[in-house]
């Protein structure tokens, strides 16, 4: 069975400093990660994709993040953030046994002017 | 593209009420899913469909129960209401995967509070 850990529940940044969203996750076998982003009172939109390709992956709106199979880590970052990054963001994992997802708990960024 | 259509968008129950969460996808998706999200605890997965004709329980399955209608239809029910089934409701949809990496494509949930 596959887990998530999220570190931190909210994070602040300053408006055009540096985003950095941390996830860890355990799985028996190679895993795919995704990373979706949540605005108010919206469902999930999908940020990037991880399915073994290559380990930098880009995604929309700057957003990337780095597959490390030695740490078990997907970290999300963006050089410059913008006000409309404020969202909650989500990483998710398939262990590509079936069709579920396991979320992490979610992190909550706030982008200061 | 409308996507994953889930109706109602807000919805107050009483204890003991029961009610059927809609969901609809136009995107010829072969898997779809109910997850519930609560505070800090993400999302977690109630009944899932691999395909037409299947349904699956999934983490948090207790109290509900679900329905394959067709393809494009998947519905969640909830026989007698209770608080702690107070929660925001989405609905997602994927293509058939039995590998796990195509993502899931969700709607904007629906806001349930049990009274």
């Known amino acids: 069975a596959q887990s998530v850990t999220q570190l931190g529940s909210h994070v602040s940044v300053s408006e055009g400093a540096l985003v950095l969203l941390r996830c860890n996750y355990s799985s028996s076998v190679p895993p795919y990660l995704f990373w979706y982003v949540q605005y108010p009172n919206q469902g999930l939109q999908l940020l990037l994709k991880y399915t073994s390709a290559a380990t930098l992956v880009k995604g929309i709106n700057g957003f990337e993040a780095e597959f490390k199979k030695s740490e078990t880590s997907f970290h999300l970052t963006k050089p410059s953030a913008h006000m409309s990054d404020a969202a909650e963001y989500f990483c998710a994992v398939s262990d590509g046994g079936d069709y579920k997802l396991s979320f992490g708990a979610g992190t909550t960024v706030t982008v200061r002017a | 593209n409308a996507g994953v259509t889930q109706t109602p968008k807000f919805q107050v129950l009483k204890t003991g009420q029961s009610m059927t969460l809609q969901c609809a996808q136009d995107?010829?998706?072969?898997?779809m899913y109910w997850y519930r999200q609560d505070p800090g605890m993400g999302l977690r997965l109630i009944y899932y469909s691999a395909s037409e004709g299947t349904t699956d329980k999934g983490e948090v399955p207790n109290g509900y129960n679900v329905s394959r209608l067709n393809k494009r239809e998947f519905s969640l029910r909830l026989e007698s209401a209770a608080p702690s089934q107070t929660s925001v409701y989405f609905c997602?949809?994927?293509?058939?995967?039995?590998?796990?990496?195509?993502?899931?494509?969700f709607g904007d949930g629906t806001r349930l509070s049990i009274l």
């Open positions: 995107m010829n998706h072969n898997s």
């Open positions: 997602a949809s994927s293509e058939a995967s039995r590998g796990g990496n195509q993502p899931q494509h």
